[in-house]
DNA sequence: TGCGGCAACTAGAACGTTCTAGAGTCGGCC
DNA sequence: GGCCGACTCTAGAACGTTCTAGTTGCCGCA
């Protein structure tokens, strides 16, 4: 009640059951070496006592924190997938996570800076912003995965969804529905631009249709996409391919607004499945990438670096997958 | 390199400066009691040898840690605002957040165990779902600050919007453009839908059309809103206040798609204020609740209890704005 | 000369755990 | 009867800090 008053602690439990603290903590980490009867009355007491463990002296004492720190963005409502995935993830193979987050006031640094001084055992990086040879560094101290950025330096564990594919994905699918004449709205200087970019041109080719490639330059927001909008509408083509989703809703409601119909004279495809693109309102087809994958996949890098079995570097590619919604449809006749 | 290779501690370093620990303890906290030769030799040392401090340990000694758990739901885009504002307010004070998501399989009080055993001092909840009851007890532990939701217990103390006047907001604007039938879709059993419901009834009394007053049920996700879209369409209103934007774009959604004009028929104002609403796209009139007044004041009361002056429990209301969009116009004639 | 006081520094005990090493106790087996 | 091994349990040292209570050395002043 009071405010002062100390948190109970091992030897509180100890003293109460009349035991000694090494049994305690033996009692509570579930470890080998109390008989049942007294693992019975110390957990008893310990209920009673309200005990919580202070995790701080136990990852003190014990050296290895089975601990991962996450940075994420919160203006990324797709970390917040991300995030969700992590955590069931760490669950199932027994590590905690600690949440470091960038803000419009709080950069990427700062909240590494933190983490390091939570001493957990392993950063996993979603869409990391900071120079390539800065998180070779870092992983110099421990344990790197970068998700959704592609990084050269073999020091860092790279899981990323394969956005040359994405494109194909987005492209194929609008070939097949009879367009041919197919832009592409890029992410200007923002960092996946550049593969997807080179995907959809790669895809074009594919299907001999360099002749119709057209790239736009774009951008991460809204004003972007409606920006290229208005650049497109000089000399539409019948089917878009945008760098995200906020783009492609910029994109959508110059579209409309100058009369446009989607999809009847202009198919849209996005790319992220941000949530609000599921929103009946804005229905937008886009390339779904594979969280929950993604997400097992680098919590476990984390944790066999963290183990040191010394293991290779690796990149790991995975494939999205193409969400079909409202807005692609048959190319106009 | 080495992925075994201890991190560098205080002792280190003391080494390397032919000082003691504790001098180097003195001159890492900025504390005073070194001279100023000293003071840069050391953190020289410190720079080259790349020491980081270790906050658990050094939590663990000093007892009181600055630091404040925020506990926080990855599904709300409106907690990441929310998120910004708390860094914000944290890093004036000088304290640290540490960050506990509840996602849909993480459920709320895994979220607070785990902070608790990183004994934090005290506890920021962002719409905690938990009974209140269990919210008393655990602010018999810690301090507890509730964010957006009325708790009556007396130990918790309490920041949120007054919801009440945000629907007057709403009900007053609309009546300003003409409107009198005006509906309300509520949010079912969700949390603050009670209080929102009952400012509408409230404001609509006050302008004389209790007569018009109509409240649907609703609830928390689009379909809610879409199903309320439905049950409106029979007798339809002129105007619709909705418990929130994502109830907002359903209805609007099945609204547009009966060839209902938005504002031209019917005008719709939300709740939130949420990043999507502000999408060219949606373009919606809603309820902004003062996040950065909201974290402010939650960082500083937690920080107050903290601090152990006895302070009187004290609920917060903070009043919320009117954003004006595109989905309220001039009733029609 | 002696002493008080101050600034700069240090030794060593905490904090709440985990871990290592060892001390009892008991039953079984030769 | 003595010894071994298995099972419980305990004492005490870590972990990397901070904090308390010094110990120096030096200056000024009576």
Redesign the pocket.
């Known amino acids: 009640m009071t405010v002062g008053d ?6 509180d439990v ?1 003293a109460a059951a ?9 009692v ?2 579930d ?9 019975e009355r110390v957990l008893e007491v310990a209920r009673r006592l309200d ?4 995790s701080r ?2 990852l ?4 290895q924190s089975r601990l991962l720190g996450v940075v994420f963005g919160v203006q990324h409502p797709f970390h917040d997938d991300l995030l969700t995935g992590l955590y069931d993830a760490a669950e199932r193979i027994g590590y905690e996570l600690t949440l470091s987050a960038v803000t419009p006031r709080r950069d990427e640094r700062t909240a590494i800076s933190g983490l390091l001084q939570d001493r957990c055992a392993a950063l996993v990086l979603l869409g990391p912003q900071i120079p390539a040879a800065e998180l070779a560094t870092l992983a110099g101290r421990l344990p790197v995965v970068a998700m959704m950025r592609a990084v050269r330096q073999r020091q860092v564990d790279v899981v990323r969804t394969d956005d040359a594919r994405g494109m194909h994905l987005a492209v194929d699918h609008l070939v097949a529905l009879g367009h041919r004449n197919i832009a592409h709205v890029d992410g200007g200087r923002w960092l996946a631009s550049a593969e997807r970019r080179q995907g959809y041109r790669d895809a074009m080719r594919r299907h001999g249709l360099e002749a119709y490639a057209k790239v736009v330059n774009g951008g991460f927001g809204e004003e972007d996409g409606a920006r290229a909008a208005r650049e497109l509408l000089d000399d539409p083509p019948t089917a878009v391919t945008v760098f995200n989703d906020l783009g492609s809703t910029g994109l959508l409601d110059v579209l409309r607004r100058h009369g446009r119909a989607v999809p009847g004279d202009i198919s849209v495809v996005g790319y992220d499945d941000s949530s609000f693109s599921r929103l009946a309102h804005i229905d937008l087809t886009t390339v779904a990438q594979d969280i929950e994958t993604m997400a097992t996949l680098a919590v476990a890098r984390a944790v066999e670096r963290i183990d040191g079995t010394r293991v290779a570097h690796r990149e790991m590619v995975i494939p999205p997958r193409l969400v079909v919604r409202g807005t692609t449809g048959p190319a106009p006749a």
């Open positions: 100390r948190r109970t602690t091992l030897a100890a009349g035991v000694s603290v090494a049994l305690v903590s033996i509570m980490r470890a080998p070496g109390a008989s049942a009867a007294t693992r005990y919580q463990p202070d002296a136990r003190l004492r014990s050296g």
